[in-house]
């Protein structure tokens, strides 16, 4: 599968791949990705999004296979950093899973593991006409919330992101997203992976961050205090260095605590 992908930074040096959240696309991540040029950039549109959308549906073991075969093509040393938030970051567990020996080391923000009961239902009445009154409100939701975080330079793509959603991908990515579990394999993965939740998050999201970094010989689980979901680019100079000193194994900034330490 060919995904329609930003490239940037010297090749020859480590590869990052990043990978966006839900309903957007690599845009998302211009404001981290010019902080981080001394790496070998890849942002793809994951498949279904964006310039990629011909590429659907969207499917979670579809699409880290597509960016396991980006990693084969792209990386020069034939593995690569992963960075993802939401629905990209399961992706990166879900690659970490199966094809662990091209991670090198990842950072995963915000990942969600099977949050949302009778995820089947939810499908069927998602799947339903265009006009269907359930998927008009969760779009129109989705573009209220977001539109007023969209950076002015991005709103014409952000527009065009929401445009493409039909009730058929919001289905798949429904699907795909909400019935997410922890997959097998992923307790033999031994890339170092940093699993981070918001301060400002949900309860639940750190939960499933320890859940996760507990599956895996490499995995730690950090709270970047008082962030939101989104703080990878509300926040891109924490968030470049945060990841730089993971690649790195460096000490990660104060601002990534330990989750007991950080008051509730």
Known sequence: MDLFVRESGPVGTPTIVFLHGAYTSGWYWEPVVERMQHYHCLVPDLPHYGKSFEQGPFEMSRAATSVADLIRSRAGSGRAHVVGLSLGAQVGVQ???????LVDRAVLCGTAVNRVPFVQVTRRLLALPARNSMYRWMVGRYRNAWQVKVPPAHLDEYREDVRLITSGQLADVIMASAGFTIP????K????TLFL???KELPAVRRWAAALAQHMPNGVDRVAVGMNHDWATRDPDLFSRTVDAWLTDSALPPEIAVPNAVRR
Do not use: F, I, R, Y
Not at 95 to 101: D, E, I, N, R, V
Not at 184 to 187: F, R, S, T, Y
């Open 95 to 101: 690659l970490l899973a199966t094809a662990p020996k």
């Open 184 to 187: 097998e394999g992923l307790e």
């Open 189 to 192: 993965s031994d890339s170092p």
């Open 197 to 199: 939740a918001g301060g």
